[in-house]
């Protein structure tokens, strides 16, 4: 896997040792800090082009989550418990202690985001501001999982079959799965935006059978696990109570429900929100729009 510290001038390279094993993270910038989580099909990289617009004002933690990019593969078990967004949240709070933070910003897209919401919600007394991108609340994807959604994210079902069936599949053709993956969820239905350098770093764990086994895991946990712990929180009427952003691509997974921010309203006290004219990968599609956007609120705090 290419190192790209190009990409991350005067960053740290850090390997932080956690119960789930290391945490691969860059570490850069200056300020209060603030940890910034990835998604799938992606790593710590999607933040190449965001992280420069933010460094001036926080201490960026750059993290790839357990079993993705340079972070260890915890070992899973019949439940997937080491991969809920619970597991992972545990392990994040862990690694930041290790750099010095206890009370911290928190960003994130896609499974960083459900990762983020999850702390927000486990340990409400760590984090000073939660921003989420393009996601909705796992029970809320599967509770509204109709025809359409469905064909939308097709791949919540797929990565969530029994092992080996989906890890034999996208082994099998590695490179074409995840480009028609991510070209499938920009708005211009291809890869223009990723960064050819980039785009080879997040090959590089679907080409390793163990790195995609870890990933279908993740899967896996939010199917069953993350489900029933969404839900027990949902019906309790359990609601994050930090400031909160909510950020969407107007062409990306969340917009599938006609008001995110409506949803979110559900699970938050504090949270405000608004599109992006963009795919799912906000922070490489239309990285100054969401920059902006996590600035002003970041620094609102």
Known sequence: MPDLADLFPGYASEWINTSAGRIFARVGGKGPPLLLLHGFSETHVMWHRVAPQLADKFTLIIADLPGYGWSDMPESDTDHTPYTKRAMAQTMI??????????????????????????AL??????????????????????????????????????AQPTPLPETLIVGNPDFFLKQKMA?????????????RALEHYLAPFRDPSRVHAMCEDYRAGAYADFEIDKKDHDAGKKITIPMLALWGDAGVASAAATPLDTWKTWATNVSGA???????????????????????????
């Open 94 to 119: 862990e690694a930041m202690e290790q750099l010095g933070h206890v009370h911290f910003a928190l960003a994130g897209h896609d499974r960083g985001g459900r990762v983020a919401y999850r702390l």
């Open 122 to 159: 486990d340990h409400p007394g760590r984090l000073s501001r939660l921003a989420v991108l393009d996601i909705l609340p796992t029970f809320n994807y599967w509770e509204r999982m109709n025809r359409l959604y469905a064909l939308k994210i097709y791949h919540w079902t797929f990565l």
């Open 184 to 196: 499938s969820q920009t708005k211009s239905k291809d890869l223009d935006a990723i960064d050819p």
């Open 275 to 301: 599109p992006v004219d963009s795919g799912h990968f906000l922070t490489e599609e239309n990285p100054d729009m969401t920059a902006r956007a996590l600035r002003e609120f970041f620094l609102a705090g």
